[in-house]
């Protein structure tokens, strides 16, 4: 990772930007259950202030395993845990 002025490499820089920082990749969920599983966690991370502050300022998506697998993390199979509701990827995370 190339830094200005010589400086070390932020550590909170997204080693990426097509993927989120925070990935919660949902394993034996049916493609169909998706919608209701992202529900699911965005109500539960609402309901804790702690972690609605942290999704604030960090981005967090999920997507499925298979999706991961045949499609890779730049295309756009990532479903933010943020309020915009949007799957997100190529060519820039924007969630």
């Known amino acids: 990772m190339h830094s200005p002025a010589g400086l070390p490499p932020n550590p909170l820089t997204p080693p990426h930007p097509l993927t989120p ?8 969920t ?3 259950a998706v919608r209701s ?3 699911d966690l965005r109500l539960a991370a609402e309901e804790n202030p702690t972690v609605a502050e942290m999704l604030a ?4 998506g ?9 499609r890779g993390p730049a295309t756009p199979i990532w ?3 943020s309020s915009s509701g949007r799957a ?5 995370w924007s969630c």
């Open 21 to 28: 920082r925070l990935l919660v990749v949902l394993v034996g």
């Open 30 to 32: 049916a493609a169909a």
């Open 37 to 39: 599983a992202v529900a």
């Open 57 to 60: 300022a960090v981005t967090a």
């Open 62 to 70: 999920t997507a499925l395993i298979e999706d991961l697998v045949q």
């Open 79 to 81: 479903h933010p845990l």
């Open 88 to 92: 997100c990827g190529s060519p820039v």
